[in-house]
């Protein structure tokens, strides 16, 4: 961690006596981002569909059950406010509450929750019209159509219409990469978040506890500390650890297991993605080892993260594939790398072996990512697995995520 004060954690309420989040400035900065990136590129509108760039520029959210089902979408065209059509009632709702979209480009929307309702009803061919319609008003009709993500009946209308649809996906995530001091406030407020489920998942951690009772208690602390969004958190135990699953059970938890956690939440949209290990009771020579290793390799990468400094040279500072008993960097995604942190939990930069040596990437200050490293234990079946979220500075990675790691923490011990 660098030195200097700390990134600043406030309370979560508006006061007037200290400046906090300012959202005005944060929905300024966003869309303002968005319409950077469409101006430098051969497109003369975006249509988003990815509900984390919908977020992005038209401020508005709705999670859960239709947050993913691709019938929300935004248009973002050149030199205009963006237009967003939404599910039934949430759109009253936007004009009352949302002001910062002009009323009038708030629109009922609906495309047949991904293929419930046939394609051959004529939906999308209608909504396809209405946005060709806003395009030509919008005197960029001949200009490519930038689309993140699409149901494949969508673009096919878009083409059979004449539009033509190119690639936008990369051009948002570029626009998104460096983060303002407000998302990185909002970040860090959500680690701080998961620093205190920590500290109660370390008092519950004993023998006879279930896995999902675990799982089950941080999600209740994170919704009552003001998450809006709990989207996974993976409570691994005992002989479960090593290889990794990636998801919980009902396991109950034993004497001297090794236990790994992560959290993955959002608060005003803005994500975690925080690992931490423990042993139960007490730990084991093998265990210890595993994390010593996994907090070398850790503390190395870390060391490597600078403003200026290439990707590859922060994936190359982390343990190859073979060295921990993989047998390609494919077969070990995701259990030595980092990636960007944001409205999404898997954005820009993504730093592993895998692909940062063919295409890397100049870190910058304002990037924000998680590191991850992984350690199988040579008992066979523990391991250690350990994550920091770190923001990019000049100076080296300022950290979010404080709750300690250093050393192999052992809950209530024997």
């Known amino acids: 961690m660098t030195g200097g004060r700390p990134l600043p954690a406030p309370g979560h309420m508006g006061v007037d006596y200290e400046q906090r989040v300012d959202f005005a400035r944060l929905r300024d900065y966003r869309v303002g981002r968005a319409k950077a990136s469409l101006e430098a590129s051969e497109c003369g509108a975006f249509l988003l569909f990815d509900f984390y760039n919908i977020r992005y520029t038209t401020q508005t959210w709705i999670g859960g059950a239709l947050g993913d089902k691709m019938i929300r979408y935004a248009l973002l065209a050149r030199g205009k406010d963006p237009v967003l059509w939404d599910f039934g009632s949430a759109v009253k709702h936007h004009k009352q509450y949302s002001p910062w979209v002009p009323t009038e480009n708030y629109r009922a929307g609906f495309l047949g929750f991904r293929g419930a309702v046939a394609p051959t009803v004529g939906l999308m061919a209608d909504a396809v019209a209405e946005i060709k319609s806003l395009l030509v008003e919008a005197g960029v009709a001949d200009m490519p159509v930038g689309v993140d993500i699409v149901e494949p009946p969508f673009l096919f209308e878009m083409e059979r219409q004449g539009l033509r649809v190119v690639d936008a996906q990369q051009l948002m995530l570029d626009a998104r990469v460096i983060k303002s001091s407000d998302e990185i406030v909002l970040l860090n407020q959500a680690a701080a978040m998961v620093d205190g489920v920590y500290q109660d998942i370390v ?38 650890c090593n290889p990794h699953p990636h998801n919980f059970t009902d396991r109950l938890i034993r004497p001297g297991d090794q236990a790994f956690f992560d959290i993955i939440h ?33 503390d190395r990468g870390l060391a490597g993260i600078k403003a200026g400094v290439g990707t590859d040279e922060v994936a190359a500072l982390l343990p190859k594939a073979e060295e921990f008993g993989f047998g390609s960097e494919m077969e070990a995604f995701g259990l030595q790398f980092a990636h960007g942190l944001g409205l999404g939990l898997h954005e820009r930069p993504i730093i592993s072996r895998l692909n940062s040596m063919t295409e890397p990437v100049e870190l910058q200050a304002g990037m924000v990512f998680a590191l991850e490293t992984y350690c199988p234990a040579s008992d066979g079946f523990s391991a250690a697995r350990i994550e920091e979220e770190v923001v990019v500075t000049p100076d080296g990675p300022q950290i979010l995520t404080l709750f300690p790691a250093q050393d192999l923490v052992v809950t209530n011990p024997y």
């Open 203 to 240: 008092e519950m951690l004993k023998p006879g506890v279930r896995e999902n009772e675990i799982v089950a208690h941080a999600n209740k602390r994170l919704y009552e500390m003001g998450s809006d969004q709990v989207e996974a958190i993976n409570a691994i135990s005992g002989e479960r």
């Open 266 to 298: 959002s608060y005003n949209g803005y994500r975690t993605c925080y690992y931490r290990t423990f042993a139960v009771g007490s730990s084991t020579p093998a265990q210890r080892d595993a994390y010593t290793k996994a907090r070398e390799w850790m």
